[in-house]
């Protein structure tokens, strides 16, 4: 069978409305599905796509009128993105559920001691440091809308006052022309979610052909004078 028609199979399966209940209560299926899908190098094509790399260059644009001490960047894979924003910062740490890719991540930053990664479901992720950048780039529309909900929820409680929270997503079908058909949340449903979380404030957004670029800035909760 044809890579791109496993592909679709794959997609539709875990989007049934079967299988996807499963795989949101068994984050361990979700570790072994993406561990499956990085059995091969690259599988979803960020060294050779010129779109990638663009989307990469925007994104570190996107971030660049900063320095950060400490960047916390959700869902690494094997540490593309990781070549743009570990410049931007201080120290980086990567985490993925999959152990594969991050094994991957590893290997590719070896000779950057400033770079770490760690294999970790950002559902259930609770760091013990305080980053002044996270970010989730493509990765919380795997999640429903209760689990984006917790989990960014647990982020924000890392981010430094002042610290940012960066959020890249794709278009979903029916939010934008270029939707993806297959997936069933995307950038319209999922900024402005975060948008609803009282610690967080929107400050800049980027539209483009099929994502949206949101960064969020943490801001002190407000006082009640007794």
Not at 46 to 63: D, M, P
Not at 78 to 99: C, F, H, N, Q, W
Not at 181 to 187: F, N, R
């Amino acid at each position: 069978m044809p890579l791109n028609a496993l592909r679709k199979l794959s997609f539709l399966a875990k989007n049934h409305p079967w299988v996807r209940p499963v795989l949101e209560r068994n984050r361990w299926l979700v570790a072994a599905y993406f561990d499956w899908r990085y059995r091969k190098p690259d599988t979803y094509n960020y060294a050779a796509s010129e779109e990638e790399r663009i989307k990469r260059e925007r994104i570190a644009a996107f971030l660049n009128d900063r320095h950060y001490a400490n960047i916390l960047e959700v869902g690494c894979g094997e540490g593309y993105m990781t070549t743009v924003l570990a410049p931007l910062g201080d120290r980086l740490l990567g985490i993925d559920i999959s152990k594969v890719a991050v094994e991957r991540a590893q290997r590719m930053h070896a000779d950057n001691p400033r770079v770490a990664f760690q294999q970790a479901d950002v559902f259930t992720f609770r760091p013990q440091e305080s980053y002044d950048l996270i970010t989730c780039s493509e990765i919380l529309y795997y999640l429903n809308l209760e689990q984006i909900n917790q989990a960014v929820h647990g982020l924000v409680t890392r981010l430094t006052p002042g610290g940012r929270l960066l959020a890249v997503d794709v278009f979903a079908s029916g939010e934008a022309e270029e939707g993806l058909e297959l997936k069933k949340i995307g950038a319209r449903t999922i900024h402005p979610l975060l948008a609803s979380i009282p610690d967080l404030t929107s400050t800049h957004v980027q539209t483009h052909p099929g994502y949206e670029m949101m960064l969020f800035e943490k801001t002190d909760p407000p006082r009640h004078d007794s």
